[in-house]
């Protein structure tokens, strides 16, 4: 059984850089794709990007920017935020599948539990 855990710091000082990790655990993403995905309180999900098991990247234009995610190692992926603020307040998942999706939970296999990230000083 495929189990994603997001770690991480849960609180970030605005302009700092905010950095996750998601591992995976009784599988990987040889053949799939690993999105990060966060929900701000009381908004819809929002698609940060995701990483392909060839290391490929594809980040929500709104987001790029500031977006970094990459493999650092066979079953962990991390994302990096640069410069957040407020607004990036959120509850951060990760979670794969076959392809990029749009954030909606019935287009992923699997999904962490996520965990909430406040950016305040």
């Known amino acids: 059984q495929v189990h994603l855990q997001e770690s991480g710091p849960g609180l970030v000082n605005p302009s700092q850089t905010l950095s996750l990790t998601c591992t995976i655990s009784g599988g990987s993403i040889t053949t799939n794709y690993l999105s990060w995905i966060r929900q701000p309180p009381g908004k819809g999900v929002e698609w940060m990007g995701a990483?392909?098991?060839?290391?490929?990247t594809y980040y929500n234009p709104f987001l790029k920017r500031r977006t970094s995610i990459s493999l650092t190692s066979r079953n962990q992926v991390a994302l990096q935020l640069s410069s957040v603020t407020p607004e990036d307040t959120a509850v951060y998942y990760c979670?794969?599948?076959?392809?990029?999706?749009?954030?909606?939970?019935?287009?992923?296999?699997?999904w962490g539990q996520g965990t909430q990230v406040t950016v305040s000083s």
């Open positions: 990483i392909a098991h060839d290391g490929s």
């Open positions: 979670a794969m599948g076959n392809g990029l999706g749009s954030g909606a939970r019935d287009e992923y296999d699997y």
